[in-house]
């Protein structure tokens, strides 16, 4: 795995490695290693007993047959906050599994999308020529499928997650379920609206080449028009300049009708909605968000965003090495047999991580939450 490491430093920056971490320390096949013990996560009321209780089981079962040695490597997209936290989860349970292998991503995010793409498909194939037995991704897309696909046909598993290619030949998909999350989002708003009538701002996405955003928002659309509201989208835009997407919220709060009596931000520039809010001159509007970014925090703790919904980004890492290791020692079919309690109801390549929603009240205690796993969000 060092050749990897070697290969992706100079484009893209290397996170850690973990284990063994070169070929002279790794046990030969067949060799049997010690019993898989991880400690215990400290219980806090963000805890994801479920979740945590799966991967108890997996180990349980994993333990009952022959533990061998194993390498594979998680290809990320970049090394922001947001990835970091899956970041730290890849790294903890690779060590947990003592497995060779790198968590990988650039330190930046390049503004040469396509450059970046290409990079991930060549560490893909590098990783399957330096004899890697099990690959997680945070795909691009359907750019990444082909190299994925060839993995695959080496008979390498490859598990995607945060983002998915479901045209693809992955094992499974390990994340949020974007629909079902727009709908919690939703459904957190509606318990602190008066009686419609009255107009619900969405911040999110119509546009349906951007899957994930599109589903989110059609989540929280569904369930606002069928509480008997008006809904109504301003599309998120990500610019760093904030001044157009502030403006295209005002602009569509002025011009609803019925007035607006709430808005759902659904991306980690949710924030954007409280500055809409006052530059429409609505600041008691109630406001819910996603993503923990800092400036919802600030908003939240002045009482201005009254919850925020997160994705378990650092259980998404936790769970592909897991996966991965399960694939490997016990089968796809085994290791989803135990991740039944995780996986979606209408997708059986889908694990579902589920996100935590964060009231305005509850911040300290989220972040003592975080604190226990060890990330920043």
Request: contains cysteine; glycine residues 10%.
């Amino acid at each position: 795995m060092t050749t990897i490491g070697r290969c992706s430093m100079a484009a893209f920056g290397l996170i850690m490695t973990t284990a063994a971490c070169g070929s002279s320390d790794t046990p030969g096949a067949g060799t049997e290693l010690p019993r898989i013990d991880r400690a215990p996560t400290p219980e806090n009321e963000f805890t994801p007993v479920e979740l945590e209780t799966t991967v108890d089981n997996l180990i349980i079962k994993v333990n009952e047959g022959t533990v061998e040695p194993m390498q594979m490597v998680v290809l990320l997209k970049n090394l922001t906050p947001f990835f970091a936290s899956i970041a730290t989860g890849a790294s903890r349970a690779m060590g947990e599994l003592e497995v060779t292998g790198n968590v990988l991503g650039p330190t930046d995010q390049s503004s040469d999308t396509t450059t970046s793409q290409d990079i991930q498909n060549q560490q893909i194939r590098q990783a399957v020529a330096d004899g890697v037995e099990g690959i997680g991704i945070a795909p691009y897309g359907d750019i990444n499928g082909a190299a994925m696909d060839e993995a695959v046909a080496e008979g390498i598993p490859v598990v995607t997650l945060d983002g998915d290619v479901p045209t693809s030949k992955r094992s499974l998909y390990v994340g949020t379920i974007n629909k079902s999350a727009g709908a919690t989002a939703g459904k957190t708003l509606l318990a602190m609206l008066p009686p419609p009538p009255g107009t619900v701002i969405i911040h999110g996405n119509l546009g349906t080449s951007w899957a994930d955003g599109y589903n989110r928002t059609l989540g929280a659309w569904q369930v606002i028009e069928a509480a008997g509201y008006t809904p109504l989208v301003s599309e998120a835009v990500f610019h760093e300049d904030e001044t157009f997407d502030v403006d295209s919220i005002k602009s569509r709060i002025e011009a609803a009708d019925p007035p607006v009596i709430g808005i759902v931000g659904l991306f980690n520039v949710s924030y954007r909605c409280v500055m809409g809010a006052d530059a429409a001159g609505i600041p008691d509007v109630p406001i819910v968000a996603f993503d923990f970014d800092p400036k919802t925090v600030e908003y939240m703790r002045e009482g201005r965003i009254k919850a925020t919904h997160t994705q378990r980004q650092y259980y998404q890492g936790y769970l592909v090495p897991y996966i991965l290791y399960g694939i490997k020692t016990i089968g796809l079919d085994g290791t989803k047999e135990i991740l039944a309690p995780l996986m979606d109801a209408d997708a059986d390549s889908t694990v579902n991580t589920g996100i935590d929603t964060v009231p305005f009240d509850k911040i300290d205690a989220y972040d003592d939450f975080l604190a226990t796993i060890g990330v920043i969000q």
